[in-house]
């Protein structure tokens, strides 16, 4: 492998960590642990830690630009890309938690811009998509907006520990729910039938493997 490829390498071992942890509490010892590598060998690759939190945020901003590809694509049904839709929304809040976004607030505002501007993208993306699923007879007329910032806000307390013991559900059965319940908001009634929800129930397993 060149030093690109062993250096993404070693940044794929970090990326669950810094999915896990405040950038705050986490130096170069920890990473150089994480990566099982040694500190010197860290800074062969990496100049510093502030190179490793920009790889990450440019990791996360190409998740969204790829989210927008998908809503485009015509090759999937509306509503496949709906699916999508709700897939992209609950990882950009498993890897994107409320700590890690504060972190971003304090220490790197300038990240922390071209995060919500890749975010406001998607949002403009998925309002195109929505109207032409409208047009098409397969939507329901939805504000695009609201539809996301529900998305995010209901997605981020099932994902808090608290909420499974509150509510006694278990995770992978509150987010099917929430998944059902976006699905009746969107797709007209008359194609709910025709709906295969299998590919939503394998993605949250995926990504709640992933996780534990």
Known sequence: MDKADIKNKYFDKIKPVLRKNRFSQ??????ARHMDISKATLYKYFSSKDEIIT????????YFTYAESVMADESLSYVERFQRTYEHSLKSVVYMPDILLEDLKEAYPN?????????????????QFFKSGAADGVFLPINAKLFLVQDDAVLRRIMEPSF??????TLKNALMDFYQMKKHQLIVPSKLETVNDAYVEKQISQILYQIS
Not at 55 to 62: D, K, Q, S
Not at 164 to 169: E, K, N, S, W, Y
Request: overall charge negative; aromatic content about 10%.
């Open 111 to 127: 990240l922390v811009d071209s995060l919500y501007f890749a975010q406001q993208e998607r949002i403009n993306s998925l309002e």
């Open 164 to 169: 499974t013991i509150q509510f006694d559900l």
């Open 26 to 31: 986490i130096n170069m010892d920890d990473m």
């Open 55 to 62: 790889m990450f945020v440019e990791h996360c901003v190409g």
